[in-house]
Nanobody
């Protein structure tokens, strides 16, 4: 059983920064993709960024240049550094791991005030 535990969300003013972390535990296939998705009220869940176990990254156009995804394979942890936050970044952010199966974290709230 794989568990994903997120941390680092909170309330920040526009222009500020936050760093999200997601630690995976359990039996994890070494070849995998970890990532972050987000869901704002009344909107569908959308991709934010992903990173493979080899370090290849993919970003949504809306956050390019502001957010950076990274991972520590030894710790099975993925990070999302979010800079220059905007009110439209307000959402619940979910950690995701795709290997043999797909797994989701419980989500962490990020609120950006104007």
């Amino acid at each position: 059983q794989v568990q994903l535990v997120e941390s680092g969300g909170g309330l920040v003013q526009a222009g500020g920064s936050l760093r999200l972390s997601c630690a995976a535990s359990g039996t994890i296939f070494s070849i995998n993709v970890m990532g972050w998705y987000r869901q704002a009220p009344t909107k569908q869940r959308e991709l934010v960024a992903t990173i493979t176990n080899l370090g290849s990254t993919n970003y949504a156009d809306s956050i390019k240049g502001r957010f950076t995804i990274s991972r520590d394979n030894a710790k099975n942890t993925v990070y999302l550094q979010m800079n220059s936050l905007k009110p439209e970044d307000t959402a619940v952010y979910y950690c995701n791991l795709k290997a043999l199966y797909e797994h989701w974290g419980q989500g962490t709230q990020v609120t950006v005030s104007s």
